[in-house]
């Protein structure tokens, strides 16, 4: 699944092809308290792209469910903000 030349590349290309991680909070449904979630930045930019619904967890009530057409512009906005001019260097 990983790349396994990584260790082969210059240090910036490793830095671009290693698993960076996407980090947004997400609300539970059952009690609403917020809590921070974390997605590989590739899974969450295929997610994105191909207009996917991203499973969110919550771990004070350990509770499942599909992201919300709200929740996904959020992380959307998000990862636009913050990871597209990392990916972008
Ligand atoms: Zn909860």
């Keep these: 699944m990983f790349d396994l030349q990584d260790d082969r590349l210059p240090v910036e290309q490793h830095y671009r092809m290693s698993e960076v991680m996407v980090r947004f909070p997400v609300r539970c449904p059952v009690c609403s308290s917020e809590s921070l979630m974390q997605f590989p930045v590739r899974i969450v930019s295929i997610i994105l792209v191909e207009l996917r619904c991203l499973q969110l967890f919550a771990t004070c ?6 992201a919300s057409d709200n929740e996904m512009q959020q992380i959307r906005e998000y ?6 001019p990392i990916l972008a260097i």
């Design 61 to 66: 009530h350990r509770q499942y469910w599909g």
């Design 79 to 84: 990862f636009e903000l913050v990871y597209l």
